[in-house]
Nanobody
Framework: QVQLVESGGGLVQAGGSLRLACATSGRAVSRYAMGWFRQAPGKERDFVAAVSRSGVNSDCADSVKGRFTISRDNVKNALYLQMNKLTPEDTAVYYC??????????????????????WGQGTQVTVSS
């Protein structure tokens, strides 16, 4: 198993930036594809970004492309989400997640919630206008 703890959330003005971090413990994070999801009040949890176990491949939701960047450090057992040009529509609780995935696909990443096996508790991001 792996435990996930997010940090870096907070209150920021529109146009500002935040960097979220996800610290992991337990099994090495290199065993997992990783992702970020977010959930706004009254809405479903949505895909934000994902990265493969190797870190070679990644993808972001269309709504954040060009503004958010996902990265990982398998030595530090950490996952990051750099968020730039934030808007009030980015306000949500952000969750880090880990997916075992296929053992034969170290370059695969996953956008679907059902692919993920472990979740953090989330960190609140609030963007004021």
């Amino acid at each position: 198993q792996v435990q996930l703890v997010e940090s870096g959330g907070g209150l920021v003005q529109a146009g500002g930036s935040l960097r979220l971090a996800c610290a992991t413990s337990g099994r090495a994070v290199s065993r997992y594809a990783m992702g970020w999801f977010r959930q706004a009040p009254g809405k479903e949890r949505d895909f934000v970004a994902a990265v493969s176990r190797s870190g070679v491949n990644s993808d972001c939701a269309d709504s954040v492309k060009g503004r958010f960047t996902i990265s990982r450090d398998n030595v530090k057992n950490a996952l990051y989400l750099q968020m730039n040009k934030l808007t009030p529509e980015d306000t949500a609780v952000y969750y880090c997640a880990a997916a075992l995935g296929s053992p034969y696909s170290e370059n695969a990443y996953y956008a679907a919630l059902r692919e993920y096996d472990y979740w953090g508790q989330g960190t609140q991001v609030t963007v004021s206008s």
